[in-house]
């Protein structure tokens, strides 16, 4: 039996709470942020230290912790939009009291170091969450774009995304649950409570700025740790301003993750139009889909 959890869909009217649980983020992109949002219908409220600065961080550890435990638990908060990512939410996740989710899930919105949220919140509660831009994004040419996807997503609208294929693609059909995030935060996962779990689910890897032996060395990480042997799919999305040594590691970001899974028979599909490039198409953590590639696109379907 199928257990998975969608929070209710939002209507005109309900509050999204904007809460800062990593790096400082700069008003002007809450303020837009919040017209933005305002304007499809939404009650937009803040967390009380949204604005708050503790070295790079948007306020202290504690003040952190305050905002988003106080967005979870009030029940007139419908979605919590995190306003950034960057670094911190891995020091305050295992602090924080999920528990609500159990009777009163909500959803939860962002990407980068929000997949420790997502993580969590997939796995242990079976809850969907939303990856998607955030506020910092919101001088992206594709902010407005994407945020009307986020606000189908948030009402229950759940169209397929259908993109052109690539030539590292491997074609087939599956369908398992759609888990992953940023690449670098999943590996730090690891041997950690908040671990992935990708039996026989559909894995989504993002990244920005890394060397590319690094990459090379995070995906060897799943591959020696068994997360990419027991895979029905794999969707690999933006791999932004990735980085190289004076002496050329001599493979691409795509052709490595390709490498990484060459002994495997499963589809993999490329250039998927998420993660840290200007065009981060919001969609669900946890759903369940269907995953379709073909030589000429690949097709991505909520079952």
Known sequence: MDTTVFPPDLKTGDEIRIVAP?????????????????????????GRYVFSEHHQFAGTDSERISDFQEAIDDKNVK?????????????????LDF???NHFPKWVIGFSD?????????????????????????????????????????????????????????????????VGGNLSILCNLQATPYEINTQN????????????YHLDRM????????????LNGLLAGGFADMQDKKRPFGKTAYEIVSDAVKEFAYPAAFDFPAGHIDNNTPFLLGAEV??????????????
């Open 79 to 95: 979605a919590v939009f995190c306003a950034r990512g960057g670094y911190g939410s891995v020091r305050i996740i295992n602090k």
């Open 22 to 46: 990593a790096s400082v983020v700069k008003k002007e992109y809450i303020k837009k942020s919040i017209a933005a949002l305002s304007s499809l219908g939404y009650n937009i409220t803040l």
């Open 290 to 303: 269907e995953l379709k590639v073909s030589e000429q696109n690949t097709v991505l379907k909520y079952v």
């Open 99 to 101: 528990s609500s989710f």
């Open 114 to 178: 929000i997949t420790v949220f997502h993580s969590l919140i997939n796995q242990k509660f079976s809850t969907i969450t939303i990856h998607a831009p955030m506020p910092i994004n919101s001088e992206s040419l594709y902010f407005s774009k994407n945020l009307k996807c986020l606000d189908d997503l948030l009402k229950g609208k759940r169209e397929e995304i259908k993109i052109p294929g690539h030539f590292l693609n491997r074609t087939g059909v599956c369908q398992g649950k759609l």
């Open 201 to 212: 689910a559909i894995l989504f890897i993002e990244d920005i700025g890394e060397q590319l």
């Open 219 to 230: 995906m060897n990480n799943l591959l020696l740790s068994g997360k990419l042997s027991n």
